[in-house]
């Protein structure tokens, strides 16, 4: 289920703490109009709230518009660009996301289901093209957004979920759910997905490898084995979230 497209060649920053640059854009929307999501708003606090706590410099939105959006990743970008190459940037996304075509889109808050979805929506390649801009070593895609909504149905797809991405150099996407699959749907305050990644984040001396596969058993496990969360890796350097002291 994890793939590692390059072979490990640099390990950075095991088990002791290091100063790269910690860069992050967390959002979440939730407020749909007719399609509200009731948790991806605390998804996103809860994952401002850790990652700030990890050293994180992090921009946190609520409920984006289209502009706001693509101007929000424009901005991680160059932020990520401004701290240098040895910067680790985080991008985590709470909220509907649908799959047309084999590209995945992100939803923005005053989505217009009347147009086509390369102009109402943001293509999540512009996270990746803003990632590669910066040149920096390590990047993380998290997208908390495999959830059931009828969006897909309004711009012809056909499938569930979001769609297999390759990541850029240096950078892992992980989905809250496998491609073509939904995630279940939330009854509490968080996703099942966002607790695990902050618990597995917190976990002092957690490699990113093993975080991922521990996120996804907790995951599989608390909704016995009907969401599975999938990763896939270009990193070629070892980073952990919490270093032991």
């Known amino acids: 289920m994890f793939a590692v497209a390059c072979m490990t060649f640099a390990i950075v920053g095991v088990g002791t703490a290091d100063d790269r640059a910690r860069i992050a854009l967390v959002i979440g929307n939730g407020d749909y109009k007719g399609n509200r999501l009731s948790a991806t708003q605390n998804d996103a606090k809860l994952i401002t709230e850790t990652l ?16 706001g959006m693509k101007q929000a990743i424009q901005d991680l970008g160059d932020r990520l660009l401004r701290a240098g190459f040895n910067a680790v940037g985080v991008f985590y996304y709470a909220g509907h996301g649908v799959q047309v075509s084999g590209e995945n889109f992100l939803i923005p808050i005053e989505i217009d289901t009347e147009g086509n979805i390369v102009d109402v929506a943001v293509n999540a390649t512009t996270v990746f ?95 016995l084995t009907k969401q599975i969360p999938w990763e896939r890796s270009s990193l070629k350097a070892e980073f952990i979230f919490s270093p032991e002291e």
């Open 129 to 223: 093209d803003a990632l590669k801009a910066a040149e920096n070593g390590i990047n993380f895609v998290l997208l908390d957004a495999s959830y059931t909504n009828r969006y897909g149905r309004t711009f012809g797809s056909r499938k569930a979920g979001l769609a297999a991405m390759a990541p850029p150099d240096g950078t892992l996407i992980a989905f809250s759910a496998a491609p073509d699959k939904s995630a279940i749907k939330t009854t509490g305050d968080h996703s099942n997905y966002s607790k695990a990644i902050v618990k597995m984040m917190e976990t002092k001396g957690t490699a990113v490898k093993q975080l991922f596969q521990l996120v996804r058993m907790n995951v599989m496990g608390g909704s």
């Open 52 to 67: 700030r706590d990890l050293g994180f410099d992090v921009v946190d939105h609520q409920n984006l518009d289209l502009a």
